[in-house]
């Protein structure tokens, strides 16, 4: 077994409260299109540059104790792209997975993937299970990424596997509450998101965790995800830490 080396906060930002950190961020990572076409180039180049962002977040996240981060890569909706625009993703994927996979390890980050993976193409399949598998005991930053993933779906999916349980008589229906329905989510044993930021301005969830983004602070930056960088972070986590999490009760005023 290999021995981890501790987590050392670096270069936290000192207006920044070290005990009031989001546990667990989530990111729609939105115009990444806009980006490219703002240069002149083409769209699939914004999704290159939007794999940097993400690598240089992961290892903020490392670097300033937050201890998940959550990335919407595909939704199921983001079939209905041009052809050459969904095959570039699909590669892109596989190209990442492969060539970061020795670099998550040094760097002890988990990954782990959900949505519905089994209409994905065999080699990017073998390339999450494989990643997936080496990266289980890892023990910094937990990094899940959203593929092909539809929060409306995944939600629907769950009660079939509960109600089959019901049928099968494996499970009383007065016993299903909410702790037992996470269990059947795609995100079973990963804690709610704390924060969820979307760039590029749009002020939707787009069928993003929809169970549970329930009581997350929402943060929308006008900023392009390709653009999103630690200071970005900075803001973010700024704006985060003046929000008073109630959780439905009353306020402290
Ligand atoms: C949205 O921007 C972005 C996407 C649908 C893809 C994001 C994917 C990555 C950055 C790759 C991540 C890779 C791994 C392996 C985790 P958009 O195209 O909708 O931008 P627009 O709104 O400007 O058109």
Redesign the pocket.
Known sequence: MTVKEPIVLKDLPKDLDSNRLPKHIAVI???????AKRRGRP?IM??QR??DT?KDLLRCCRDWGISALT?Y??STE?WGRPLEEVDF?MT??ER??RRELQEMMAENVKIRFVGNLDVLSPSLQSEIFRAMADTENNTGVQFT?ATNYGGRQEIVEGCRAIAQQVQQGLLKLEDINESIFEGYLYTKGIPDPDLLIRT?GEMRISNFLLWQLAYAEIYVTPT??PDFDRHCLHKALLDYQQRERRFGKVGKT
Do not use: C, K, P, T
Request: charged residues 10%; aromatic residues 16%; glycine residues 16%.
């Open positions: 990572m939105d115009g990444n299109g806009r980006w769209r914004g999704h939007g794999v993400l990335a890569a595909f983001n993703l892109l994927f990442v997975l990424v590029s392009l995800w």
